[in-house]
């Protein structure tokens, strides 16, 4: 247990002295400064005739449209991160040297999976409140559950960057990376199209979005995470609104999926040891 925390220590450490985390923070701060903006700016866009209503539809539209922002944010931090923690230090040598002393690869892969997991929830926290902070005091609104909206926000980060590890172990560290935020996106449309098929009616055209939402969890915990922070007003009040809306949620997530995404995650980094167990070094 000791170098598995050792590991996760110097995981952070080193995410820390990483460029990506300097471009994280940059885009970060200028994607709040200009939500704050935004949302500022969504009253008196309206002559400020808009009611109380209107105002929580909109504050809650934005807010899950600028979150989606910081999901993608969080999204391509962890996975570039995740691939260049392993993969790199594999092809340059430093993997060898750490593991020929009586250290478990196990041990490693388990410490860094820590290491990416603070600092990909460390980063959801922060960035999140200070986004959800930013909507109170420009229009007011608070979102009903918003400790189980950034919980499934950190839960998707966690979900990509296994996958990025995973990867890691069989690509090269680019390529990861490369890989794993293109299978992000494309689940992200996947379930846009479900929308729409279950907007529709279509049975055949909905199941892309439930099997791709089953393959890679993102875009359901994501979807979880949006209607955790809309007013459940807003379900009966613009009922036609959310059917087939990509930045809308009329379903919160049941405990069903939630299992099935932790088993996912289990299963996904189970599969990262055996091949990084059976990786020449």
């Given at each position: 247990?000791?170098?598995?925390?050792?590991?996760?220590?110097?995981?952070?450490?080193?995410?820390?002295?990483?460029?990506?985390?300097?471009?994280?923070?940059?885009?970060?701060?200028?994607?709040?400064?200009?939500?704050?903006?935004?949302?500022?700016?969504?009253?008196?866009?309206?002559?400020?005739?808009?009611?109380?209503g209107?105002?929580?539809?909109?504050?809650?539209?934005?807010?899950?449209?600028?979150?989606?922002?910081?999901?993608?944010?969080?999204?391509?931090?962890?996975?570039?991160?995740?691939?260049?923690?392993?993969?790199?230090?594999?092809?340059?040598?430093?993997?060898?040297?750490?593991?020929?002393?009586?250290?478990?690869?196990?041990?490693?892969?388990?410490?860094?999976?820590?290491?990416l997991v603070?600092?990909?929830?460390?980063?959801?926290?922060?960035?999140?409140?200070?986004?959800?902070?930013?909507?109170?005091?420009?229009?007011?609104?608070?979102?009903?559950?918003?400790?189980?909206?950034?919980?499934?926000?950190?839960?998707?980060?966690?979900?990509?960057?296994?996958?990025?590890?995973?990867?890691?172990?069989?690509?090269?560290?680019?390529?990861?990376?490369?890989?794993?935020?293109?299978?992000?996106?494309?689940?992200?449309?996947?379930?846009?199209?479900?929308?729409?098929?279950?907007?529709?009616?279509?049975?055949?055209?909905?199941?892309?979005?439930?099997?791709?939402?089953?393959?890679?969890?993102?875009?359901g915990?994501?979807?979880?995470?949006m209607?955790?922070?809309?007013?459940?007003?807003?379900?009966?009040?613009?009922?036609?609104?959310?059917?087939?809306?990509?930045?809308?949620?009329?379903?919160?997530?049941?405990?069903?999926?939630?299992?099935?995404?932790?088993?996912?995650v289990?299963?996904?980094?189970?599969?990262?040891?055996?091949?990084?167990?059976?990786?020449?070094?």
């Open positions: 247990m000791t170098t598995v925390l050792t590991v996760a220590a110097l995981t952070l450490r080193e995410a820390a002295r990483r460029r990506v985390l300097r471009s994280l923070a940059v885009l970060t701060v200028l994607l709040l400064s200009l939500s704050a903006w935004g949302f500022a700016r969504i009253d008196a866009e309206f002559g400020g005739d808009l009611t109380s209107e105002s929580r539809f909109a504050a809650a539209l934005v807010l899950n449209l600028v979150m989606f922002g910081l999901s993608l944010i969080a999204a391509l931090g962890t996975a570039f991160m995740a691939g260049p923690t392993l993969a790199g230090e594999t092809e340059s040598g430093i993997a060898l040297a750490v593991l020929t002393r009586p250290v478990h690869r196990a041990s490693v892969l388990l410490g860094k999976w820590l290491g603070g600092f990909g929830t460390g980063f959801v926290a922060v960035a999140g409140t200070a986004q959800l902070l930013i909507v109170l005091v420009t229009t007011g609104y608070w979102p009903p559950s918003p400790v189980t909206g950034l919980a499934l926000l950190a839960a998707q980060a966690v979900t990509l960057l296994t996958l990025g590890l995973l990867l890691s172990t069989v690509i090269s560290p680019m390529a990861s990376g490369i890989v794993a935020v293109g299978l992000f996106g494309a689940t992200w449309i996947a379930g846009v199209i479900g929308g729409l098929g279950a907007a529709l009616g279509n049975d055949s055209v909905r199941r892309i979005g439930t099997v791709s939402q089953a393959l890679l969890p993102t875009d915990l994501w979807r979880g995470a209607n955790a922070f809309q007013d459940p007003s807003l379900l009966t009040s613009f009922s036609e609104a959310f059917e087939g809306h990509p930045f809308l949620s009329s379903a919160s997530l049941t405990p069903g999926y939630l299992a099935w995404a932790g088993t996912w289990l299963l996904t980094l189970s599969l990262a040891a055996v091949a990084f167990q059976r990786r020449d070094l």
